[in-house]
């Protein structure tokens, strides 16, 4: 079992910085590929970013690619990301997710077992 806890959420400003964090439990943070997912009202849950394992292969979603880091700290057993230049459209829930270390669909939520309970980020003047 992961337990994992997201933090890090609030308000930001157009333009403006936020770094999520996920913090995991357990003893085998590397043994699962992790990625980040979103989702706003009304709307269907929307990959953002993964990273494997060994932190070797990083993929984003199209839509903040160019603008959001993700990361993970073995050390600390969490997961990061930094998301910079926010858009009001990047306004949802962000959930940080573990599972499949190579899976053949990477950016889709079935490739995930365990999920956080979301952290709010709001993005307005």
């Known amino acids: 079992q992961v337990r994992l806890v997201e933090s890090g959420g609030g308000l930001a400003q157009p333009g403006g910085s936020l770094r999520l964090s996920c913090a995991t439990s357990g003893r085998t943070f590397s043994m699962y590929g992790l990625g980040w997912f979103r989702q706003a009202p009304g709307d269907e849950r929307e990959f953002v970013a993964r990273i494997n394992p060994t932190g070797e292969y990083i993929f984003y979603g199209d839509s903040v690619r160019g603008r959001f880091t993700i990361s993970r700290d073995s050390a600390k057993n969490t997961l990061y990301l930094q998301m910079n230049r926010l858009k009001p459209e990047d306004t949802a829930v962000y959930y940080c997710?573990?599972?499949?270390?190579?899976?053949?669909?990477?950016?889709?939520?079935?490739?995930?077992?365990?999920w956080g309970q979301g952290t709010r980020v709001t993005v307005s003047a």
């Open positions: 997710a573990a599972g499949l270390p190579a899976p053949e669909f990477p950016t889709s939520h079935t490739a995930y077992t365990y």
